[in-house]
């Protein structure tokens, strides 16, 4: 296929709203919800067991076989004993601000973390969209809260339910 063409067809697929179906890119998180989620399976974190972020000490993929939907979302875990942790204190194993990233949220826009870029603090998980985020709240978690503690409810407000 001559290059023009490829480059048309691509156009095309963009302003079609489906990109996504032709270029074979990854599908990525909602970021206009509450919890981030796969906008297709409606998983949260994609999928990580986010009780293992405490008990393993990082990121640990979940399976279907150990799933809890809460808050509109998927949520799977790696066995029985870390879905119920999760059950019985959602709001301490779950992300803090809904997965989004505290870091771009006390910039006041809301961006869906990484599961992969993590950050355990005051016995809480958070999510980062990017390393150089992650690394800027773990040397200052007290700064970075403070900004988000004035920006989250108005962004809070502005995701749907």
Not at 8 to 26: D, H, M, Q, T, Y
Not at 47 to 54: E, L, M, R, S, W
Not at 106 to 112: E, S, Y
Not at 132 to 152: Q, S
Request: proline fraction near 6%; include cysteine; charge should be neutral.
């Amino acid at each position: 296929m001559r290059p023009g063409i490829a480059l048309i067809g691509r156009l095309v697929c963009l302003l079609a709203g489906i990109w996504f179906v032709c270029s074979g890119v990854p599908t990525q998180a909602a970021t206009t919800e509450r919890i981030v989620v796969n906008r297709f399976s409606g998983v949260a974190i994609e999928g990580f067991d986010p009780v293992a972020y405490f008990v393993d000490g990082g990121p640990e993929q979940g399976t279907a076989e150990f799933e809890a939907n809460l808050w509109g979302a998927v949520w799977r875990f790696r066995n029985e004993g870390n879905r119920a942790s999760f059950l019985a204190h959602p709001d301490i194993y779950g992300p803090q601000f809904g997965g989004y990233d505290p870091a771009d949220i006390a910039r006041g826009v809301t961006i869906a973390g990484n599961p992969r870029f993590f950050v355990i603090s005051a016995q809480r998980l958070y999510l980062f969209s990017r390393e150089a985020n992650r690394d800027a709240f773990a040397a200052d978690p007290e700064r970075f809260l403070y900004e988000v503690g004035k920006r989250w409810p108005a962004l809070q407000d502005k995701l749907s339910q």
